[in-house]
């Protein structure tokens, strides 16, 4: 079982930069891939970045060249950079884990940051 704990969620005025943290309580693997989503209030949970087993990286249309996700392995962990940010980046900011293991694939999610943007 992995556990996700996000950080860095808060409130900044439009145009500002926040950067999230998510660490799990164990280790992330090459073979995982990891993301970040968002859900607003009143809509679904939406696809922000994520970083496939493969390595590479694919961002929802909306935040592509304001947001950049990372992962660093050693310290399992991902981040997510936001810059220009929106008052329609408003979400709650959930980490997410992917596993393919041996019984199929396992989703794990972090218990979600705040943000707040402010125009």
């Known amino acids: 079982q992995v556990q996700l704990v996000e950080s860095g969620g808060g409130l900044v005025q439009a145009g500002g930069p926040l950067s999230l943290s998510c660490v799990a309580s164990?280790?992330?693997?090459?073979?995982?891939?990891v993301g970040w989503y968002r859900q607003a209030p009143g809509k679904q949970r939406e696809l922000v970045a994520v970083?496939?087993?493969?390595?590479?990286?694919n961002y929802a249309d909306s935040v592509k060249g304001r947001f950049t996700i990372s992962r660093d392995n050693t310290k399992s962990s991902v981040y997510l950079q936001m810059n220009s940010l929106k008052p329609g980046d408003t979400a709650v900011y959930y980490c997410?884990?992917?596993?393919?293991?041996?019984?199929?694939?396992?989703?794990?999610w972090g218990q979600g940051t705040q943000v707040t943007v402010s125009s």
């Open positions: 970083i496939t087993p493969a390595g590479n990286t």
């Open positions: 164990g280790s992330i693997f090459s073979g995982d891939g």
């Open positions: 997410n884990l992917r596993r393919w293991e041996r019984l199929g694939v396992n989703d794990y």
